[in-house]
C-alpha cells in the first residue's frame, strides 16, 4: 500500500489553506520536498522527517528549507527537539507562500482527530520585540501568551528578532514549553537567515504549534534494540550513549559538548582575532591556547557548566543532553568562538554578555561574529573610524599585554553596540539589508581593499555570502552549493584539493540523508551506517532512499554557482594550513606542490587549488544523476 507525506499548504496572503499529499518513494523529507516546492513557488518548508515521534533518538528535528536570502541559493537549516512537538498535527510539514500585510502570528493547532485550526494574527512587532525579555524571548512570551490556552498539552513556538527585519541573517528561535512556561533551553535554525524570509518575504514574526494527534509512529523498542545487536552488538540505548559521548562528557578530556572537547583538543589550531592567529608561530598560538582558553575560558566552562551537570536536551528526550548551560546563558563552541575568541573575548563573562544580545535580536550567532570580529580589526587598524560605526572606542585588538577579563568585557560591551548599531539603521556604514558580503565591497570603495581582505567568508552567485565553520581547515572554504553547515569535510588533515572536492560531496550526501529524515547529526556514528536499513524495513525502500539521496545532492549542486575567494584573508587561511602541514610532513608529494605553488605566487596558487576542489566535487556528485528533477 502507497505511503503519503502531508504537507499543509498556507498561504500568508489569504490564510488560505490546503492538504496536498507527496508519495513516499517520490519524495522522503522536507529536503526533497522543499527543493521542489522553492523552485515551484519560493516558499518556505518545515517539517519533521519520516522518523519522527519515533523510538530512535535524534530523529526530531525540525527542518527548514528554501531558497535563503543571505546564501541567495537553496538552504537547508535545521532545529533541535522542535519536531516532537510539530508531529502533534499529524502533518509532515507545512510549506508558506504569499505575505500578510502586516507582521502576523501563525497559529496551527489540531485536537485529537479534528481539522487542523490555523490562524493569522497581525502584531505590533516594535511593541512586542521591546518588551519583557525583548527580542526573540518576547516575542516567544507574547505568543504563547495570546495562544497557549488554546492547547492542551504544551505546544512550540519559532520566534524572530529584529536581525530578521533588518538583515539577511535573521535566525528562527525557539525553545522547549514545560509546565506552561517557555523555558531557557533556546534552540536555533540559525544558518541561512530564514527568520529574515519568513518575515520580510512573508511577514510572519512568529508560527505556535502543537496538537493531540495520535499517529502511528515507530515505537517498538524490542525491534529497534533487535536491528542494533545485529549490527553492533549492543541495544539501541548503549550505542547512542556510546555515539554521543563528546557531547554529553568525555572522560579523555574531562568536559563535555562542542565548547568543551572542542577548545580542549584544538591547540595551536586556535582562531582568535579574526583569523589574525593564523600569522602565529606554532608556539604563540599554544601560548595563547593555553593561557587564554585552557587556563581561563575553558576552565570557566568546565567549573561553571559541566562540574555541576547544567545540562539540558533541546526538547527530546536524548541521552546527549548536548544544551550546556550557565544559568540562563547555552553555550555552543561555534557562537562561543566566533563571539569569543575570534572577536577577542575569552572570559565567559563578556561572551555571555555579547552572545546572548546577538541571540535576543534574533541573529546567526556564528555569521554574526564573523562579522563583528572583522569590523573590530578593521577598528583597531584604523581603517574604519569608530564615529562611522556609532562607537566611541576601538577595541582592544591584539594578544600583547592583553587582559583577560577587563578586554574581553570592553570588546563584548562595543560588539553589543554594534549590534544595536546596525539594529537601528541610524548608520550607512553598517547597513546590512543586502547582507555583509555587499556591505564589505560598499566599504572596500569607500576605504580600500584592505577592509574587504579582512573579512572570512564564502561566496554564492553575485550578493550570496557565508561566516564559516568555525575550523582552521580548508574544508570549510570549500565552493559547495550549501556553505555554513557540515557539508563539506572538516577534517585537519592535508589532502589534495580534488581528493578533499570527493570528500566533500560523500559528506553532503550523507548530511542530506540526515537533514531530509530530520535525523540530529550528533547521532550519526549510528544513522549514518543504520538509517538506509530503517526506511528498508519500515518503508521497503532502501535502495530506493539511497537513490533519492544521491540524486536531490546532485540536483542540488547542479545550481551550484559559489564565487571565488574575495577576500585575501581567505587565500592566507589556505596559504598557512598548507605551510603548517609542510613542516608537519614535507616528504608528501601533492603537499610540496601546493607548498611551492603558494610561496611562488598566492594569487594564482588559490585560483587553482579553488577550482581543483570545485572539479572533485562535481566529478562526485554528476555522477550520481539518474532521474529527472523534481521540479
Known amino acids: 500500500m502507497d505511503s503519503f507525506i502531508k504537507v499543509l499548504m498556507i498561504d500568508a496572503e489569504t490564510g488560505f489553506y490546503k492538504m496536498q499529499r507527496y508519495l513516499i518513494g517520490k519524495y522522503y523529507g522536507p529536503v526533497d520536498i522543499g527543493f521542489h516546492l522553492s523552485g515551484v513557488h519560493n516558499s518556505l518548508t518545515i517539517g519533521t522527517g519520516l522518523l519522527a515521534g519515533s523510538i530512535l533518538p535524534g530523529s526530531n528535528r525540525l527542518i527548514f528549507s528554501g531558497f535563503s536570502p543571505c546564501w541567495a541559493g537553496f538552504y537547508v537549516s535545521s532545529m533541535g ?15 508558506i507562500v504569499g505575505k500578510s500585510a502586516t507582521p502576523s502570528i501563525l ?4 485536537n485529537h482527530g479534528e481539522e487542523i485550526e490555523l490562524e493569522i494574527k497581525p502584531i505590533e512587532i516594535h511593541s512586542v520585540w521591546n518588551s519583557g525579555r525583548k527580542g526573540v524571548y518576547s516575542m516567544m512570551d507574547y505568543t504563547y501568551e495570546k495562544f497557549g490556552e488554546r492547547y492542551e498539552t504544551d505546544p512550540r513556538i519559532l520566534a524572530t528578532g529584529p536581525a530578521s527585519l533588518k538583515t539577511d541573517f535573521g535566525a528562527i528561535c525557539s525553545a522547549p514549553i514545560k509546565n506552561k512556561e517557555v523555558t531557557l533551553v533556546d534552540t536555533w535554525a540559525g544558518r541561512g537567515g530564514f527568520g529574515s524570509k519568513l518575515l520580510q518575504q512573508h511577514g510572519i514574526a512568529s508560527i505556535i504549534y502543537g496538537g493531540t494527534f495520535l499517529d502511528e509512529d515507530f515505537r517498538d523498542r524490542k525491534v529497534a534494540d533487535s536491528w542494533f545487536e545485529d549490527k553492533y552488538n549492543k541495544k539501541l540505548a548503549a550505542k547512542d550513549i556510546e555515539a554521543t559521548t563528546k557531547y554529553r562528557f568525555d572522560e579523555h578530556f574531562e568536559t563535555g559538548g562542542t565548547l568543551g572537547v572542542n577548545y580542549a583538543t584544538v591547540g595551536s589550531n586556535i582562531i582568535a582575532f579574526n583569523y589574525k592567529s593564523i600569522y602565529w608561530s606554532e608556539n604563540d598560538r599554544k601560548e595563547l591556547h593555553q593561557k587564554f582558553v585552557v587556563e581561563h575560558y575553558l576552565k570557566q566552562f568546565n567549573e561553571e557548566t559541566i562540574k555541576p551537570r547544567q545540562q539540558k536536551n533541546c526538547g527530546e528526550p536524548c541521552a546527549a543532553v548536548c544544551k550546556k548551560m550557565n544559568n540562563e546563558f547555552k553555550k555552543d563552541y561555534e557562537p ?12 565567559q563573562r563578556a561572551a555571555e554578555l555579547l552572545n546572548h544580545h546577538a541571540d535576543t535580536l534574533g541573529f546567526d550567532a556564528i555569521s554574526v561574529g564573523g562579522v563583528i570580529s572583522w569590523l573590530f580589526e578593521c577598528l583597531s587598524e584604523d581603517l574604519i573610524k569608530p564615529s562611522e560605526l556609532g562607537l566611541k572606542e576601538k577595541p582592544i585588538f591584539s594578544a600583547e599585554n592583553f587582559d583577560i577579563v577587563n578586554d574581553s568585557m570592553k570588546n563584548a560591551q562595543i560588539g553589543v553596540s554594534l549590534l544595536n548599531n546596525i539594529i537601528s539603521g541610524d548608520y550607512e556604514m553598517l547597513d546590512m539589508s543586502d547582507g555583509a558580503r555587499i556591505l564589505a565591497h560598499k566599504l572596500s570603495d569607500a576605504k580600500g581593499k584592505k577592509v574587504l581582505d579582512k573579512f572570512v567568508f564564502t561566496g554564492f552567485r553575485r550578493k550570496g555570502w557565508m561566516v564559516p565553520n568555525q575550523y582552521w581547515t580548508p574544508g570549510v572554504l570549500s565552493p559547495m552549493p550549501m556553505m555554513g553547515k557540515y557539508y ?14 570527493h570528500e566533500n560531496a560523500n559528506r553532503m550526501v550523507k548530511e542530506l540523508t540526515l537533514d531530509n529524515l530530520g535525523i540530529c547529526r550528533f547521532h ?15 518503508y521497503n525502500k532502501k535502495n530506493e532512499f539511497i537513490e533519492s539521496t544521491k540524486n536531490i545532492s546532485s540536483w542540488i549542486n547542479s545550481r551550484n554557482a559559489s564565487s571565488f575567494w574575495e577576500s585575501e584573508r581567505n587565500m592566507d587561511l589556505i596559504h598557512t594550513f598548507i605551510n603548517n602541514k609542510f613542516q608537519e610532513k614535507s616528504d608528501v608529494l601533492e603537499l610540496n606542490y601546493w607548498y611551492e605553488r603558494f610561496n611562488v605566487n598566492k594569487q594564482e596558487a588559490a585560483f587553482e587549488y579553488w577550482y581543483e576542489i570545485h572539479k572533485g ?15
Open 81 to 95: 527537539g522542535a519536531g516532537l512537538v510539530f508531529d502533534n498535527l499529524g502533518i509532515s510539514m507545512i510549506s
Open 107 to 110: 497559529y496551527l493547532n489540531r
Open 336 to 347: 562561543y568562538q566566533t563571539m569569543g575568541p575570534l572577536s577577542g573575548i575569552f572570559d
Open 488 to 501: 563539506m569535510y572538516y577534517g585537519k588533515d592535508f589532502m589534495n584539493p580534488r581528493q578533499l572536492g
Open 524 to 538: 550519526r556514528a549510528w544513522a549514518e551506517d543504520m538509517i538506509a536499513d530503517i526506511i528498508g524495513k519500515l
Open 617 to 631: 566535487i562535481h566529478e562526485s556528485l554528476k555522477d550520481y544523476v539518474t532521474t529527472q528533477p523534481a521540479i
